[in-house]
């Protein structure tokens, strides 16, 4: 059950959503090199403009690594503030 403090609480797996994109770069750049290889230029401009845009992802991503942690609750605390009266 949803209590609407998500957007307050949520927790963001920043080290997952750096390797994703980490993934998507090495596709994307494999991509752009094989189209162009191939003679595809408008193949090549739509995965290069991917790359672009997956670059600028990791960027934000990095800056937020590197912001440091802020508040955290561990593992024990849940993500949300539990329904009053659920017992």
């Known amino acids: ?6 957007p ?3 927790r963001s797996a920043l080290r997952m959503r ?11 750049v494999f991509g752009t090199a094989a189209f162009a290889i191939a003679g595809r230029p408008g193949w090549a401009l739509a995965c290069g403009v991917l790359w672009l845009i997956i670059t ?7 800056r937020h690594i590197r912001q ?4 955290q609750p561990g ?3 849940p993500p949300y503030q539990p329904p009053r009266g659920s017992r």
Do not use: K, N
């Not at 059950?1 to 998500?6: A, C, I, Y």
């Open 75 to 77: 593992r024990d605390v």
């Open 1 to 6: 059950m949803r209590t609407g403090s998500e």
């Open 56 to 62: 600028i992802d990791l960027l934000v991503i990095l």
């Open 68 to 71: 440091g942690p802020h508040y």
């Open 18 to 28: 750096f390797w994703l994109s980490v993934w998507g770069v090495v596709w994307t």
């Open 8 to 10: 307050r609480t949520a």
